[in-house]
């Protein structure tokens, strides 16, 4: 069982930035990619990003590349979402997700432990 908790939420202007963290508790994070997704109001979760369990292999979602990085460091059992130059449209609960494979996936489907989700609203 892997638990999961996020932080880093909060209200941010249009072009500001805000770092997320997922941080994991109970068996091995080591061995778990992790996937953040994100929920706006009467919509479905959509994927944002993904890293494998080393840290070397990234997917960033076509609608937040080159604004958004996930990162990885296992020693403290964390995944970070660096989030740049953030929309209106990027308002949602973001969650984080870990799965039992190493690889990189982007259905939510293939995710086995979710976080409770952070808050992020982006004013214009």
């Known amino acids: 069982q892997v638990e999961l908790v996020e932080s880093g939420g909060g209200l941010v202007q249009a072009g500001g930035s805000l770092r997320l963290s997922c941080t994991a508790s109970?068996?091995?994070?080591?061995?778990?990619?992790v996937g953040w997704f994100r929920q706006a109001p009467g919509k479905e979760r959509e994927f944002v990003a993904a890293?494998?369990?080393?840290?070397?292999?990234?997917y960033t979602a076509d609608s937040v590349k080159g604004r958004f990085t996930i990162s990885r460091d296992n020693a403290k059992k964390t995944v970070y979402l660096q989030m740049n130059s953030l929309k209106p449209e990027d308002t949602a609960v973001y969650y984080c997700a870990a799965r039992s494979g190493t690889l990189v996936v982007t259905p939510t489907t293939r995710y086995d432990y979710w976080g409770q989700g952070t808050q992020v609203t982006v004013s214009s």
């Open positions: 890293i494998d369990y080393s840290g070397d292999d990234t």
């Open positions: 109970g068996r091995a994070f080591s061995r778990n990619a």
